[in-house]
């Protein structure tokens, strides 16, 4: 078979089949050359892309603009990873302000933000308050405060796991606004963070069952009396 007849088969690939083999690609770089070879194909990915559930940047080199731009094709997402690598995704409140757009963002129930420092409180916020079905959120090694722990209680009721690993600027009255409002809410990792005492009683006792980690966080025996603090 003669090479341009190669090309002809591959050319009348229907759609659907299309769409399931980008569907394969690990490599954002490698859809972002299918999307360049034809219409066809740019049709392909497109598809592929509205049928993927979740959606890892973590260790790629993306930006806003970029990381936007196929979580918004994503329209069937339920697990976002845009954590910061070295010389990976970068995202800030920009980004976030375009993702909060994103059909999928409703639906969403893990994100997972961990070492963004280019996002702030504005951002944080304009993405949570859409993100209303969100079970698993990994927002630690942020520079968030307070603010964005209040948008998280009123906005995602279904919580039940939430990583706060570092960050310093969150106080005692966020986490009580959380667990207040948050009653699935099952874990919490305060991990680096300056919780005294008497707050995590509090948390405790709001919801006994929590479990806060890590598990080097433990009370003294007279002070829980039998709260699971793992």
């Given at each position: 078979?003669?090479?341009?007849?190669?090309?002809?088969?591959i050319?009348?690939?229907?759609?659907?089949?299309?769409?399931?083999?980008?569907?394969?690609?690990?490599?954002?770089?490698?859809?972002?050359?299918?999307s360049?070879?034809?219409?066809?194909?740019?049709?392909g990915?497109?598809?592929?892309l509205?049928?993927?559930?979740s959606?890892?940047?973590?260790?790629?080199?993306?930006?806003?603009?970029?990381?936007?731009?196929?979580?918004?094709l994503?329209?069937?997402l339920?697990?976002?990873?845009?954590?910061?690598s070295?010389?990976?995704?970068?995202?800030?409140?920009?980004?976030?302000?375009?993702?909060s757009?994103?059909?999928?963002?409703?639906?969403?129930?893990?994100?997972?933000?961990?070492?963004?420092?280019?996002?702030?409180?504005?951002?944080?916020?304009?993405?949570?308050s859409?993100?209303?079905?969100?079970?698993?959120?990994?927002?630690?090694?942020?520079?968030?405060?307070?603010?964005?722990?209040?948008?998280i209680?009123?906005?995602?009721?279904?919580?039940?796991?939430i990583?706060?690993?570092?960050?310093?600027?969150?106080?005692?009255k966020?986490?009580?606004?959380?667990?207040?409002?948050?009653?699935k809410?099952?874990?919490?990792?305060?991990?680096?963070?300056?919780?005294?005492?008497?707050?995590?009683?509090?948390l405790?006792t709001?919801?006994?069952?929590?479990?806060?980690?890590?598990?080097?966080?433990?009370?003294p025996?007279?002070?829980?009396?039998?709260w699971?603090?793992?």
């Amino acid at each position: 078979m003669r090479e341009g007849d190669e090309e002809a088969d591959i050319g009348r690939l229907p759609i659907d089949l299309l769409a399931h083999i980008f569907s394969l690609f690990a490599s954002f770089k490698d859809l972002a050359q299918a999307s360049s070879v034809c219409r066809k194909w740019r049709q392909g990915v497109k598809e592929s892309l509205a049928r993927r559930e979740s959606l890892s940047f973590s260790g790629w080199k993306m930006d806003d603009e970029s990381t936007a731009r196929l979580v918004l094709l994503a329209y069937s997402l339920k697990d976002l990873d845009i954590s910061r690598s070295r010389w990976g995704c970068q995202i800030t409140d920009n980004g976030l302000n375009q993702l909060s757009t994103a059909k999928c963002i409703a639906n969403l129930s893990s994100v997972s933000m961990w070492g963004s420092t280019g996002i702030t409180d504005k951002g944080v916020i304009q993405l949570i308050s859409r993100a209303t079905s969100l079970q698993h959120l990994n927002i630690g090694g942020t520079f968030i405060t307070d603010a964005s722990l209040f948008a998280i209680a009123d906005s995602c009721p279904h919580l039940k796991n939430i990583i706060l690993w570092g960050c310093r600027h969150v106080t005692d009255k966020g986490l009580l606004m959380l667990v207040k409002k948050c009653g699935k809410l099952k874990s919490i990792n305060v991990w680096g963070m300056r919780v005294p005492l008497d707050s995590i009683i509090g948390l405790l006792t709001i919801s006994p069952a929590l479990q806060i980690q890590p598990k080097g966080m433990l009370l003294p025996d007279h002070a829980y009396q039998g709260w699971p603090i793992y």
